[in-house]
């Protein structure tokens, strides 16, 4: 079993973040992983992407289509939607992206990430409500195993909110 990923957005969005969070909820669980991080070169606002693998086997850390591939802002939608193997899952971030994925071989999953997120939580929560989103799309690791990395990573303060926009993502998928 093996699991490809790609996180994209702006720098300070937790893209990095999500894909630390999905690597240490899989290793727990057993499996290889490979984080590759990118970072643009200003320190609040470029570019921010990562590839995770996760998988039974050691393998390549580069991937050319990815199973899963979620977009926080427009820009990363142009750069990444052709990324998704086809079948895969495109999720996007409509409360900062307004153009429309074009692909018809793969299933496209729009969630206001920072809508939801001041509903539950807080709005620096939205990351949490993608990465419950994603967590969703997978197979290889659950929703129990994410609040379990959220309960380690965090602090103590903000564990409950992350939790809740965790959750609020994960349902919003059908």
Do not use: W
Request: glycine share 8%; charged share 25%; aromatic share 4%.
């Amino acid at each position: 079993m093996k699991s490809e990923l790609i996180f994209s957005g702006i720098g300070g969005q937790g893209t990095i973040l999500m894909g630390k969070m999905a690597c240490t909820a899989a290793s727990k669980k057993g499996y290889n992983v490979t984080l590759s991080p990118a970072y643009g070169q200003e320190k609040r606002g470029g570019r921010a992407s990562c590839q995770v693998v996760i998988s039974e086997e050691i393998g390549s850390p580069i991937i050319s289509e990815a199973d899963t591939v979620l977009v926080m802002d427009e820009k990363s939608l142009k750069d990444y939607e052709s990324r998704v193997k086809p079948g895969g899952t495109l999720v996007i971030n409509s409360s900062m992206i307004s153009a429309k994925a074009t692909r018809t071989d793969i299933k496209v999953v729009e969630i206001p990430f920072t809508e939801i997120a001041t509903e539950v939580a807080t709005a620096k929560s939205a990351n949490m409500v993608a990465l419950g989103a994603v967590v969703k799309s997978m197979h290889l690791i659950t929703l129990d195993d994410a609040k379990e990395v959220v309960k380690m990573k965090m602090k103590p303060a903000l564990v409950d909110a992350n939790i809740k926009a965790l959750e609020a993502g994960y349902n919003f998928v059908k």
